[in-house]
């Protein structure tokens, strides 16, 4: 190594130390508190930056935070649907599920998908030994679910009509034991949950990632529920990253149809996530390598954070 190259090499381990250093205190704010984590996107499809993401949630598991990942797989389904060559129905750009599309579904979600980020998880912390643990909702009761309702109203006669969107359901109860338990053991683990939920008389229920994420973060008593999305945050009516917002700003933003789109389930969902004891939530951009280290660990954060 010549000298240039030396030096260079030094000047960047002070640099790293400075940033670690500058972290302290936030670090200290989130020891053994939980953060729940929505993570989806298209980036959860592209194999490396997957694995930087599962590096991550172990970096934030050795710094002392409890990771709780859920997962969505909406593209991933799709992709397997085509090649079983099950055709896919939507309603207001909601997907019907019935028995068939239903059993993809659980495939993808439970099967490939939650196995392969609790394996990329257990290889990125094989060296401190953290374990990625994937589960679906119907693993120890951990979330009961019902049908969707949905309603829309006739283009013709105005009437308020019924949609049967099929096995879609969504949370009635959480039951966070299983979560809790790998949370406090002596080992490190970090569970990995599909969207996945069971009737009280066991039918099987597809459940949009957000909504279980939100759930479960409230039924944790989370400190932070990170919503990793494809987008950098929540802008306003010039097209500007919001940084911070309270509840009733984030429903003034529905309400007056800025937010618009796929935000507006998102900002519902994180209202109810504060509203059930979430302290608050974060919409961020997940493509963007360590967003969830620069939003935890730093003073300006990387999305937009929503509070009381």
């Keep these: 190594m010549n000298d240039v190259a030396e030096e260079a090499a030094e000047e960047a381990g002070w640099a790293t130390a400075k940033t670690l250093a500058e972290a302290l205190p936030y670090i200290q704010i989130y020891d053994r508190e939980t953060v729940v984590i929505k993570y989806g996107g298209h980036a959860m499809g592209q194999e490396e930056v997957a694995k930087v993401f599962a590096a991550d949630a172990v970096l934030l598991k050795l710094l002392g935070v409890h990771p709780v990942v859920v997962h969505g797989g909406g593209p991933q389904i799709s992709r397997m649907l085509d090649k079983a060559g099950v055709k896919s129905t939507f309603v207001d750009g909601l997907r019907v599920t019935d028995e068939a599309t239903m059993e993809v579904a659980e495939m993808v979600l439970s099967g ?3 196995k392969e980020i609790a394996n990329w998880i257990t290889q990125a912390g094989a060296e401190a030994d953290v374990r ?8 120890a009761r951990l979330i009961t679910a019902e049908k969707v309702t949905r309603t829309r109203k006739d283009p013709d006669s ?50 949009n990632a957000d909504t279980v994420a939100g759930a479960l973060a409230g039924a944790l008593k989370a400190k932070r529920m990170l919503m990793l ?9 010039n097209g500007e990253l ?9 429903r003034d933003l529905i309400a007056s149809g800025v937010a618009t789109g796929g935000m507006i389930p998102k900002l519902e969902n994180a ?34 954070l929503i509070s009381r």
């Design 132 to 139: 990625g643990v994937g589960l679906s909702g119907k693993d």
């Design 229 to 237: 999305t494809d987008i950098k945050g929540v802008l306003d009516a």
């Design 271 to 304: 209202i109810h996530a504060v509203e059930s004891g979430v302290e608050a939530v974060v919409i961020l951009d997940g493509r963007r390598p360590h967003a969830m280290l620069v939003e935890l660990f730093s003073e300006h954060g990387a999305g937009t």
């Design 242 to 250: 919001i940084r911070q917002m309270t509840l009733d700003e984030a």
């Design 158 to 207: 105005n009437i308020e009509q019924v949609v049967d969107l099929g096995f879609v359901g969504e949370p009635t109860k959480i039951d966070p034991h299983i979560i809790q338990a790998l949370l406090t053991s002596e080992t490190d683990y970090i569970p990995v949950i599909a969207p996945i939920g069971v009737s009280a008389a066991g039918e099987t229920f597809n459940i």
């Design 112 to 114: 490939a998908i939650n």
